[in-house]
């Protein structure tokens, strides 16, 4: 089963184009890649690029790729292609491609992808892949898509957006943590602790703290912090890739 993230982007066409097809404004947005840098193009067909991604601190595994965009066609839609490969032995990823589709629609432009890979190492390739990788790789690129609305429609750049997500992970950790403590701690311990209180206080505040845990875990992202939750993570009825990205994937990524 293959991944597919969309976005509602309320902005100029023109400029989610630059920013999504430029390799040093992609790479600043987008979570699943650290460095993406443009190769010689051919005489003839797709244009070519190099990808790494940081997998550990001292680990980066890079590959190839090739893509196609579409300017503009009849409908006012855009379409770009592309394919990769990465024949690192310690990448989980062995192959794949995708398309990105931008939709005018109404005030904004809908915004999306579908992809899909393969998987290596055999069977426990697969197994951790349908476990752990896609899952984890569908977030990824739904964070990334929220993280690049938030750079077009309110100006937060992407390293300040990356900061208010950890900012907020951070409290929002410290508050599970917190309430975790008075949890475990029991109503005969919190009564020795908040006895001036009176004794109710030892029954509520593991009311209270159970309630901070599912506000944590629950409540909305700021404004300013990018989200996952935000993406569309299923296609609308039956979607299908363009016809230019079928034409992008017959051919070999390096």
């Not at 192959?95 to 393969?118: A, E, H, K, Q, S």
């Not at 159970?210 to 409540?219: D, Q, S, Y």
């Not at 300013?224 to 994937?249: E, F, I, Q």
């Amino acid at each position: 089963m293959g991944i597919y993230v969309e976005a509602k982007v309320r902005g100029d066409l023109d400029e989610l184009w630059r920013r999504t097809q430029d390799p040093a404004c992609h790479q600043r947005w987008d979570l699943r890649f650290t460095e993406i840098e443009p190769l010689p193009a051919p005489a003839e067909g797709p244009a070519r690029f190099r990808y790494a991604t940081r997998v550990l601190p001292g680990l980066t595994v890079a590959g190839t790729g090739v893509h196609a965009g579409e300017k503009e066609r009849g409908d006012g839609t855009r379409t770009s292609a592309l394919r990769f490969s990465c024949p690192h032995p310690l990448s989980p990823l062995a192959d794949g491609g995708g398309y990105w589709r931008y939709v005018p629609d109404g005030d904004g432009i809908r915004f999306l992808t579908g992809y899909d890979y393969r998987a290596r190492w055999g069977r426990p390739g697969a197994l951790l892949d349908r476990l752990t990788l896609r899952p984890l790789m569908g977030w990824a690129t739904a964070w990334s898509f929220d993280r690049l609305r938030l750079w077009l429609e309110h100006g937060i750049t992407p390293e300040r957006a990356l900061r208010n997500w950890i900012a907020e992970m951070v409290v929002r950790t410290l508050v599970i943590a917190a309430s975790c403590v008075v949890l475990l701690a029991g109503p005969p311990r919190l009564a020795a602790v908040v006895g001036p209180l009176g004794p109710e206080a030892a029954f509520t505040l593991p009311l209270l703290a159970a309630l901070a845990i599912t506000l944590a875990l629950i409540k909305t992202p700021l404004t300013g912090t990018p989200a996952a939750r935000r993406c569309l993570r299923t296609p609308p009825l039956r979607s299908r890739a363009p016809r230019s990205a079928a034409l992008v994937l017959e051919g070999p990524a390096s």
